[in-house]
């Protein structure tokens, strides 16, 4: 590591030292001359700089027969060196973070095929002698390398994104650009989910495949159910009259919920609780507890089914409320708001409800 690092240094500093040459007031020809009385002590420092300057001209000036040779030699020690180095810290973090090895593997494969062609144009641009030519290729190589493969770029990008910040995990239950699904496969171009819903109501597999490209990640919000934790809290809905007993009621919800998730209670620790509003017509009690994502829906229909049996037996104390209005009528007055063929007013019936 110590060895590929120095090369580079070493590259690095005798590709930079023209661009000192070429600076104003470094051509010995132009240069004042000096003071008289310094003469002698600027002796010692110039003369190894010209010896450079010259050893420089002779190899790798302008109309120097070695400058395309060293150019290309020069080349190939920084970028094979490069590629090296990162190459082995490419391995590191693949092996340590990927998900499965066949698209790491798939992965390093464009990896050295991209390598080889970036290699390639800046040798062949390198015999040409021009260091400018070299590095104005090497910037319009790297544009244009991005914008004719944008997607598939972005889409490896996206992977590496998945494989080192682990948004997602295989298992995890998601939703990409509104699609909900269980992550069953990360490829090098796709994410594959199990989708949930879709063709039916509600969270359960519907079975059918999803493939979301990768390159839409950037540019979507990504939802996941369990990002920190095993678990995720649900809540099941219940309206109840406002005569209802709140105690039983509130009894009778949450034992359910914790007779369900027993398990689930024993692994977390957080019991199931109660959060209640008011309605017009009632009360609406959300009985909210931890579940499994993948079986939400499965817990949430034990849950029902013990309430309402609980509830039916514990009738009238505990019922359901369902929307409902109040209507007042007087039957001694007709439609035209005259009396009745009686004459007589009457007293208004108690009102019903309907």
Not at 50 to 59: P, S, T
Not at 108 to 119: A, G, N, P, S
Not at 259 to 271: A, C, D, M, S, Y
Not at 308 to 317: D, N, T
């Amino acid at each position: 590591m110590i060895r590929v690092r120095h090369l580079i240094l070493l590259a690095a500093i005798i590709l930079t030292s023209p661009l000192y040459a070429q600076f104003p007031g470094m051509d010995t020809e132009t240069r004042p001359a000096p003071q008289s009385e310094v003469i002698v002590e600027t002796t010692s420092i110039a003369e190894p700089a010209g010896h450079f300057l010259a050893f420089w001209q002779r190899f790798m000036g302008e109309d120097s027969p070695y400058r395309s040779l060293i150019l290309v030699i020069l080349t190939l020690i920084v970028l094979l060196n490069l590629k090296a180095y990162l190459t082995h810290v490419m391995k590191r973090t693949l092996a340590k973070n990927a998900f499965k090895q066949d698209n790491a593997d798939a992965f390093l494969k464009v990896w050295h095929t991209l390598w080889k062609f970036i290699i390639a144009i800046l040798v062949i641009m390198a015999m040409t002698g021009s260091l400018r030519l070299l590095g104005l290729t090497a910037g319009f190589f790297g544009m244009m390398l991005g914008w004719s493969l944008q997607q598939p770029v972005t889409g490896i990008a996206a992977w590496l994104m998945i494989i080192l910040k682990k948004p997602f995990r295989i298992g995890d239950r998601v939703v990409i650009a509104g699609i909900t699904g269980d992550v069953t496969g990360i490829s090098l171009t796709h994410v594959i989910l199990n989708q949930v819903g879709g063709s039916i109501g509600g969270e359960e597999r519907s079975g059918r495949g999803i493939l979301i490209p990768n390159a839409i990640l950037f540019q979507h919000v990504i939802i996941n159910y369990t990002l920190d934790q095993e678990y995720m809290l649900d809540e099941v809905p219940v309206r109840l009259t406002f005569d209802s007993d709140w105690d039983l009621a509130k009894t009778i919800m949450t034992d359910a919920a914790s007779e369900v998730t027993k398990e689930i209670i024993e692994k977390t620790g957080q019991e199931p609780f109660i959060r209640a509003e008011f309605l017009d017509w009632g009360i609406l009690v959300r009985l909210r507890y931890q579940t499994i994502p993948a079986r939400r829906q499965e817990f949430s229909t034990y849950i029902i089914e013990k309430l309402h049996r609980a509830f039916s037996k514990e009738y009238p104390r505990v019922r359901f409320a369902t929307p409902s209005q109040n209507i007042r009528y007087r039957p001694d007055i007709t439609l035209d708001g005259g009396r009745n063929a009686l004459g007589t007013e009457g007293k208004p019936d108690s009102p019903q409800s309907v």
